[in-house]
């Protein structure tokens, strides 16, 4: 490992080999997006665990090589039901409020300064400034693609480098309509 690939990853904040969590973000709304996914994951763990765990109890305790007779109420009853239908019920009900409550907190209604539309292709990206237009009345509109791994230089990165950047001024409100051509693989 080269000095560089260490410390690529704390210097470019860029995606790295089995990474699990988001590069950091620029707002409080994206914050409160990785702390709701965060959230989920751990519950996400739990669940796993626990479902891992009583599938191998119920596979070691109640083989038919170990036990001839399974008494009726281990397995059947009005309690474990309510148990096991009422726990994902609450589950479910602690995810949906602090999604409710960023959901609400993403919807700003503020006029953007400016309007960027992305279009994203199967290799590429289009982007258009269609609030600025050029004398012949036209919209900015151009294509970005990736720096081939051939062309790349030291210091850029791989898969994200590219072309053609986005410039956008800082601390404006920017509205970006995000669409998709066909299948994007980029």
């Not at 009726?72 to 602090?98: D, M, R, S």
């Not at 258009?128 to 062309?151: K, L, Q, R």
């Not at 898969?159 to 986005?166: G, P, Q």
């Amino acid at each position: 490992m080269t000095l560089l690939s260490f410390f690529l990853p704390l210097s470019c904040d860029a995606a790295y080999p089995w990474q699990i969590g988001f590069q950091d973000g620029s707002t409080p709304t994206f914050e409160g997006i990785v702390e709701l996914h965060d959230t989920i994951f751990f519950y996400l763990i739990v669940i796993s665990f626990l479902v891992f765990w009583m599938l191998a109890t119920t596979i070691t305790k109640f083989s038919s090589s170990k036990v001839g007779i399974v008494h009726k109420y281990t397995n059947h009853g009005t309690l474990l039901e309510l148990i096991w239908t009422i726990t994902p019920a609450l589950i479910l009900v602690a995810i949906a409020f602090p999604s409710f409550k960023l959901l609400y907190l993403m919807d700003e209604v503020i006029s953007p300064t400016m309007t960027v539309k992305v279009v994203g292709h199967q290799w590429y990206w289009s982007y258009e400034y269609s609030d600025f237009v050029s004398a012949d009345g036209e919209s900015i509109d151009f294509d970005s693609y990736m720096i081939p791994e051939s062309d790349l230089e030291l210091g850029q990165l791989r898969l994200l480098d590219v072309d053609n950047r986005v410039m956008v001024p800082v601390d404006t409100h920017i509205r970006f309509v995000v669409t998709g051509a066909d299948v994007i693989h980029d």
